[in-house]
């Protein structure tokens, strides 16, 4: 679940938006869904509410299964899996200090995420 956070590139690799990247706008941990910018749009109508006024069509990125979302390397831009690790050396050393934060590794160029 940690995987992906928000703000992360994300290329889609299932569903009917399958190929497409783009930014994560919300986590939903407990749905185990992400919600990404310009995909998985839906298209919500708003009912007009005096009359003679008109309906409103609303345009927004539904939650899709996070398990079809695939995490982007900032560094690299391949699409990864990353790998948690405190850090090496010197970081390592601040990391264990400040308890051993974990911080995402690229498994393709072996840089640090966040
Ligand atoms: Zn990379």
Redesign the pocket.
């Known amino acids: 679940m940690k995987n992906i956070k928000k703000g992360d590139k994300v290329k889609i690799i299932g569903g009917k938006d399958r190929g497409k990247t783009g930014k994560v706008l919300q986590v939903f941990p407990r749905e185990r869904k992400v919600s990404v910018e310009g995909l998985n749009l839906l298209i919500k109508h708003l009912r007009p509410r005096r009359q003679g006024e008109k309906g409103q069509r609303i345009e927004f990125p539904a939650p899709l299964t996070i398990s079809n979302a695939m995490l982007v390397?900032p560094?690299?831009?391949?699409p990864?899996k990353p790998i948690f690790k405190t850090g090496s050396g010197q970081e390592k050393e601040e990391a264990d200090k400040k308890s051993a934060r974990k911080r995402r590794y690229?498994?393709?160029?072996?840089?640090a995420?966040d």
Do not use: P
């Not at 560094?75 to 391949?78: A, I, Y």
């Not at 690229?106 to 840089?111: D, F």
């Open positions: 390397c560094k690299c831009g391949r990864t690229c498994r393709h160029c072996e840089q995420i």
